[in-house]
């Protein structure tokens, strides 16, 4: 049988790296705590560029604020019944008829409207910090 003490950690990315070059977006902790979340809520580039950020043409009737509250809550309504480290969620996300459909998104009767899927982690905040950290990323995202 292997002992795993005796090996060497070759590479790592931190959690703060990541921040750092964009790759993942830190939710503000008023934001994250106003919709009952106590620990620190990530969310990678592509999530946060695809359904947080107001797509063109929306910026009069939608909100930045609004559409990251909506990811968050319904986080928040599906972790009350989770028990598990390892999640998915689903939330309906307002976004131009483009043809850029993903395979985590379904139609919800209108082109316009998507039932979004979205994978939701809570794990160690980074190698130098074990304190629990929420993730939330799209399903075929590590």
């Known amino acids: 049988m292997e002992d795993f003490n005796d090996m060497k950690i070759i590479s790592t990315y931190t959690t703060k790296e990541a921040v750092a070059d964009g790759f993942l977006v830190r939710v503000a902790d008023g934001q994250s705590k106003e919709a009952g979340i106590k620990y620190p809520v990530y969310l990678t580039r592509s999530v946060w560029d695809k359904y947080v950020e107001v797509p063109e043409g929306m910026e009069g009737e939608q909100d930045l604020s609004g559409r990251l509250?909506?990811?968050?809550w319904m986080f928040?309504?599906?972790a009350k019944t989770n028990s598990s480290s390892l999640m998915m969620f689903k939330f309906n996300c307002r976004l131009a008829d483009k043809g850029d459909w993903e395979q985590n998104e379904r139609m919800d009767g209108d082109r316009m409207i998507r039932t979004i899927t979205l994978k939701a982690v809570i794990q160690a905040?980074?190698?130098d910090d074990p304190s629990p950290a929420i993730f939330i990323m799209k399903p075929q995202e590590d």
Do not use: E, G, R
Not at 69 to 72: G, T
């Open 125 to 127: 905040q980074d190698f």
């Open 76 to 78: 928040m309504w599906a």
């Open 69 to 72: 509250w909506d990811i968050l």
